[in-house]
Each structure stands twice: as structure tokens, then as C-alpha cells.
């Protein structure tokens, strides 16, 4: 995963969420909405992780 700033991390986390709405997680499987949740659990790790920078 390449380097990001607060700024994009915060936005793509805004996104993602957005597009896990109900309607958009009846046309996902299992399996994409598992590695949609690991997507965002990482980015807010990263989040977190970097704040004290």
C-alpha cells in the first residue's frame, strides 16, 4: 500500500463507507464485502498510526 496523507486516507474512508450502503451490499458477495471492511479497517490503522506524525 503506497503512502498516503490524512487528507486522501480520510476521503477514501468517507467513500468506502458511502459505497457500503445497504443497496450497494445486496449486489456484493461475501467475499467482497469482507475485503471492502479489511480495506477500511486498514486505513483508519493507518489513521491512527500516523496521527502522532
Do not use: H
Not at 14 to 32: A, D, I, V
Not at 34 to 51: G, P, S
Amino acid at each position: 500500500m503506497k503512502t498516503r496523507t490524512r487528507k486522501e486516507l480520510k476521503y477514501n474512508i468517507k467513500l468506502l463507507t458511502l459505497r457500503n450502503n445497504e443497496l450497494f451490499s445486496l449486489q456484493r458477495s461475501p467475499l467482497q464485502l469482507q475485503a471492502d471492511n479489511l480495506t477500511l479497517i486498514k486505513m483508519a490503522e493507518t489513521l491512527r498510526n500516523n496521527d502522532g506524525l
